[in-house]
T-cell receptor, first 111, second 113 residues
Framework: KNEVEQSPQNLTAQEGEFITINCSYS?????LHWLQQHPGGGIVSLFM???GKKKHGRLIATINIQEKHSSLHITASHPRDSAVYICAVKMSGGGADGLTFGKGTHLIIQP | NAGVTQTPKFRILKIGQSMTLQCTQDMNHNYMYWYRQDPGMGLKLIYYSVGAGITDKGEVPNGYNVSRSTTEDFPLRLELAAPSQTSVYFCASYPGREVYGYTFGSGTRLTVV
C-alpha cells in the first residue's frame, strides 16, 4: 500500500521567509500533485509533476523519482500563502481510482 | 467555464435521514471522484467513475451510493445518515491525460446529529 508522508505537519514563518514543504512516498508513481486548500475553502491544484522541476510565480515544485521525494518551495512568502498544502500521488500502473493523499502541511505566514 | 460545481455547501442532517450531494462539471472530463476529508487525515476515496454508466467503489464506500447517468453529473447519495459520515466532501474531475491536473469542487460540509 502506498503511503504519502508530509513534513512538517505545521509550519509558522515570518513574511518574506523561504518555505520548504516535503513529501515522501513509498511506491512507484506516474505523477505527483501539489494542492492548496485555504481555511474553509476548496482545493486548488498547484502543480502536477512526473520529473524535474516546475515553477509558477513564487512557487517551485521539485521531484526526485529515485529517492521518492518531492519538495514545494515558496519564495518571499506572504500572509496570503497561509493555507494547507497537500501532496498527492498517482501510483504507477494504477487504475482509474485517483490519488493517494498526504495529510497536509498547515502553513501560517505572519506579517 | 464553471469547472466543478458542488451543492449544497453546508448541510445538517439528523441520524437516519437521507440526502444527495450534487456534483456537476462542464469540462467534459471522463473521470469523476468523490472524496471525504476528516480532520487530520488525508482525503479518502469514496466512489469514482470513468465515464457515464460506469462507477466503482473506492476505499470507504460503505453508507454511500453513486450514479453517473451523464458525463456532467456525479451525485453522491447518503441513504441512512450516521454521525460517522460527518465530514467535508469533495467532488473532483480529471480528463484522463497525465498532462492535466485534477479539478476540485468547493466542498460540502456535512454534519450528522
Amino acid at each position: 500500500k502506498n503511503e504519502v508522508e508530509q513534513s512538517p505537519q505545521n509550519l509558522t514563518a515570518q513574511e518574506g521567509e523561504f518555505i520548504t514543504i516535503n513529501c515522501s512516498y513509498s511506491v512507484g508513481i506516474s505523477a505527483l500533485h501539489w494542492l492548496q486548500q485555504h481555511p474553509g475553502g476548496g482545493i486548488v491544484s498547484l502543480f502536477m509533476l512526473s520529473s524535474g522541476k516546475k515553477k509558477h510565480g513564487r512557487l517551485i515544485a521539485t521531484i526526485n523519482i529515485q529517492e521518492k521525494h518531492s519538495s514545494l518551495h515558496i519564495t518571499a512568502s506572504h500572509p496570503r500563502d497561509s493555507a494547507v498544502y497537500i501532496c498527492a500521488v498517482k501510483m504507477s500502473g494504477g487504475g482509474a481510482d485517483g490519488l493517494t493523499f498526504g495529510k497536509g502541511t498547515h502553513l501560517i505566514i505572519q506579517p | 467555464n464553471a469547472g466543478v460545481t458542488q451543492t449544497p455547501k453546508f448541510r445538517i442532517l439528523k441520524i437516519g435521514q437521507s440526502m444527495t450531494l450534487q456534483c456537476t462539471q462542464d469540462m467534459n472530463h471522463n473521470y469523476m471522484y468523490w472524496y471525504r476529508q476528516d480532520p487530520g487525515m488525508g482525503l479518502k476515496l469514496i466512489y469514482y467513475s470513468v465515464g457515464a454508466g460506469i462507477t466503482d467503489k473506492g476505499e470507504v464506500p460503505n453508507g454511500y451510493n453513486v450514479s453517473r447517468s451523464t458525463t456532467e453529473d456525479f451525485p453522491l447519495r447518503l441513504e441512512l445518515a450516521a454521525p460517522s459520515q460527518t465530514s467535508v466532501y469533495f467532488c473532483a474531475s480529471y480528463p484522463g491525460r497525465e498532462v492535466y491536473g485534477y479539478t476540485f469542487g468547493s466542498g460540502t460540509r456535512l454534519t450528522v446529529v
